[in-house]
């Protein structure tokens, strides 16, 4: 007896996110350098953030004891995903990268995040932080790797809510990070 192929099931959707998808898709099919990929994507995601039909209520729920993904969407050929991050306050990522590029935008609240180099002597690794960034509402950052190495949390007092597009299957893949970073920080 054969089993079934896994069904994928599409995430809910609004009208907006749809056309958001749409607007990615015409940037991604293009075949730009990852860089210009991301900020050309970030153009496209800022018009919608802050909207208040861009999400289900459901795509607002967190996680008391840690920072939520709802997956919004995948595209079919792994090209790009979208997910909504929530955070509540304190929540945070560990120190890490992606296994490509990223786009974020803020919906609500604040994400913090310190961005990190890392350096070696040849014979030890260590990471410094370079940059302390403060994103609030409609403000979008984007990077490719390498040198995407960062921390993020809700720093505020209320829900923090993010729109990450990343370049690659999140479905498939679980999560963006390429590697979580262990190492001695000279955090300022």
């Not at 069904?7 to 009208?15: E, F, L, N």
């Not at 749809?18 to 153009?43: H, I, K, M, S, W």
């Not at 403060?134 to 720093?155: E, L, S």
Request: net charge negative; hydrophobic share 35%; proline share 5%.
């Amino acid at each position: 007896m054969t089993t079934p192929a896994a069904v994928r099931v599409a995430p809910a959707t609004t009208s907006r996110l749809a056309r958001l998808v749409t607007d990615v898709r015409g940037v991604v099919d293009r075949g730009l350098p990852p860089d210009l990929t991301a900020y050309l994507v970030g153009e496209q995601l800022a018009p919608h953030l802050g909207a208040s039909d861009l999400l289900t209520e459901e795509q607002y729920e967190g996680d008391p004891d840690r920072y939520r993904q709802h997956l919004l969407h995948a595209e079919r050929d792994g090209s790009f995903s979208i997910v909504a991050l929530v955070w509540l306050p304190g929540q945070q990522t560990a120190i890490h990268d992606h296994v490509a590029w990223c786009v974020t935008g803020v919906h609500q609240g604040e994400e913090h995040e310190r961005r990190f180099r890392l350096v070696s002597d040849g014979a030890v690794a260590r990471l410094v932080a370079t940059e302390d960034v403060v994103n609030g509402p409609g403000d979008v950052c984007g990077f490719a790797p390498p040198g995407d190495i960062h921390r993020v949390w809700n720093g505020g007092s209320g829900k923090a809510v993010s729109l990450h597009i990343y370049g690659a299957d999140i479905s498939r893949l679980g999560s963006s990070v390429r590697r979580v970073y262990d190492l001695r920080t000279d955090e300022s």
